[in-house]
Each structure stands twice: as C-alpha cells, then as structure tokens.
C-alpha cells in the first residue's frame, strides 16, 4: 500500500516528511495541513501513520513512525509537539542502551477525532486520546484520556469537562 496525501493537503514549503525504508505507510486526508518545520520520520518501528482529514498540526511538531501513529479527524495540534509512539529499552545495564535497540510496543498512539493538542505537548506510546478531548501546554500523554476531558500537566490530570 503506496502513501497517500490527497491532492488538497497543504505541506508547508519547510516542513520535512521522511521515507520509510520499513515499508512504513504514510497517509494524509483532505484538507489536512502541516505547517513549515513539521518533522515526520519513519524511525524506530513498522509502525504506520495515519493523519485524518481537517488536521492542522503547527510548527516544530515532530511525529515518529514508531509503533504507529492513528490521528482522527479535525484534531489541532499545537507548535513544537512530540509524537512519539516508541521507546528504548535499557533494562540490562551491562548493554549500551543504544545497542539495546526498542522495548516491545505499548500499542502507539491513537488521538481521535475532535481533539485539541497544546503547545510544547509530549505525546508517549500507549497514549489513546479519546474524542473531543483538550490537551494543555506542556502537558505529558501516556495513557488513556476520556473523550470530551480537559487535562493538563506532567503527570497529565483532568481539570474538568467539555459542555
């Protein structure tokens, strides 16, 4: 299965998308926008990324292939966000962690539709983020968050709920 980005996705003329040479998959939906110094590598796993379509994800914002990356439609994602569905094992202290490759997958990241990602978010494998939720600046994801919640912080808490 080829990549796919429908003809009216805007790249920004900076922005940087990788090729996968896992056979990593990569698609777009329509009307999505990626804005100038948006970073997508294919890094660190087969994992696919799937970018739903009316997404706007801002500036400095980098996503990793990983373990997979599932994003709904209509999500905004603030600038300089890190997706990253992925992580390092460095469990055996007589190995070099850079020699121990990555831990075993936690699932990669889903974000639904409807979702609104702050500033300076980082987003960890295993993070399912459910419809309609709110993320605030420089807050840590690395579970389940509840469609329609507000959350903010490291470690991530919910502040209320959605009307």
């Given amino acids: 299965m080829p990549n796919t980005i429908q003809t009216n996705v805007k790249i920004g003329k900076f922005a940087s998308i990788e090729e996968s040479s896992r056979g990593s ?24 990324i799937f970018i739903g379509e009316r997404v706007y994800i801002n500036s400095g914002t980098v996503l990793y292939s990983g373990n997979g990356i599932k994003i709904g439609d209509y999500v905004l994602i ?15 202290r007589n190995v070099k962690i850079i020699n121990q490759r990555f831990a075993e997958s936690k699932g990669g990241i889903v974000i639904e539709d409807d979702v609104w990602i702050g500033a300076n ?16 600046a ?26």
């Fill in 121 to 136: 978010v980082t987003i960890l494998d295993g993070a399912y983020i459910r419809n309609g939720a709110v993320i605030g």
């Fill in 138 to 163: 420089n807050s840590l994801v690395s579970g389940e968050v509840e469609e329609f919640s507000i959350n903010v912080g490291t470690p991530l808490k919910c502040i209320g709920y959605r009307k």
């Fill in 78 to 92: 603030g600038p300089n966000c890190s997706i990253v569905p992925v992580n390092h094992a460095f469990e055996d």
């Fill in 25 to 48: 998959i990569l698609s777009i939906g329509s009307f999505s926008e990626i804005d100038d110094f948006v970073k997508i590598k294919f890094t660190g796993g087969t994992g696919h």
